[in-house]
């Protein structure tokens, strides 16, 4: 069974740094690219950021462009989000999600998410 | 940058409705589209991909139609289940969602 699980979430000062993780697992994650997309409370969703399989390519919102920095560990099955120069408008619960491309189209979507984990940015 | 912009914020609707959502994209997007479904403190669940490609394991009752700037999401006979916000994401160029639709049963 696909699981994504999210940590590291929690209250920081705005400027300050945190780290988000995402441990896969069920599924062979070397092969899949993979997504941050986030919540602000009582509010819509907004894509974040992507990471193709191999880490070689990465995209960012622009809203966070700058300031956070998408990446992988296949080895370990982890998917990372180091978010830096926090705002007040980063607040937001932050999902991971696969990204699934299917092969020979240009047809993707996001599948299988995690529970999400909270961010807090107040002083 | 795409935005979508998705119809009704909101609607009430009874069992056994058929129940209708928008999404209008600024430009073009092919069918470059999909659908999710959110209930309140769970994770997007997806419903529909390439605008018109149904999710397996997702009810027959969802359907989805249009392409390029216009698109619909239909549930053709509402279950009391199907209260939710439901959500329309371009990835035509980048990723934009709709601002969601809330469904009340």
């Known amino acids: 069974e696909v699981e994504l699980l999210e940590s590291g979430g929690g209250l920081v000062q705005p400027g300050g740094s945190l780290r988000l993780s995402c441990a896969a697992s069920?599924?062979?994650?070397?092969?899949?690219?993979m997504v941050w997309v986030r919540q602000a409370p009582e509010k819509g969703l907004e894509w974040v950021s992507s990471?193709?399989?191999?880490?070689?390519?990465?995209s960012y919102a622009d809203s966070v462009k700058g300031r956070f920095s998408i990446s992988r560990d296949n080895l370990k099955d982890t998917l990372y989000l180091q978010m830096s120069g926090l705002r007040v408008e980063d607040t937001a619960r932050y999902y991971c999600?696969?990204?699934?491309?299917?092969?020979?189209?240009?047809?993707?979507?996001?599948?299988?998410w995690g529970q999400g984990t909270l961010v807090t940015v107040s002083s | 940058a795409i935005q979508m912009t998705q119809s009704p914020s909101s609607l009430s609707a009874s069992v056994g409705d058929r129940v209708t959502i928008t999404c209008r994209a600024s430009?073009?997007?092919?069918?470059?589209l999909g659908w999710y479904q959110q209930k309140p403190g769970k994770a997007p669940r997806l419903l529909i991909y390439?605008?018109?490609t149904l999710q397996s394991g997702v009810p027959s009752r969802f359907s989805g139609s249009g392409s390029g700037a216009d698109f619909t999401l239909t549930i053709s006979s509402l279950q009391p289940e199907d209260s939710a916000t439901y959500y329309c994401?371009?990835?035509?160029?980048?990723?934009?969602f709709g601002q969601g639709t809330k469904l009340e049963i």
């Open positions: 999600a696969i990204r699934v491309i299917i092969a020979g189209t240009y047809i993707e979507y996001f599948h299988h």
């Open positions: 069920g599924f062979t994650f070397s092969t899949y690219a």
């Open positions: 990471i193709t399989d191999s880490g070689g390519t990465t």
């Open positions: 430009q073009g997007i092919r069918n470059d």
């Open positions: 390439g605008a018109s």
């Open positions: 994401l371009q990835d035509y160029n980048s990723y934009t």
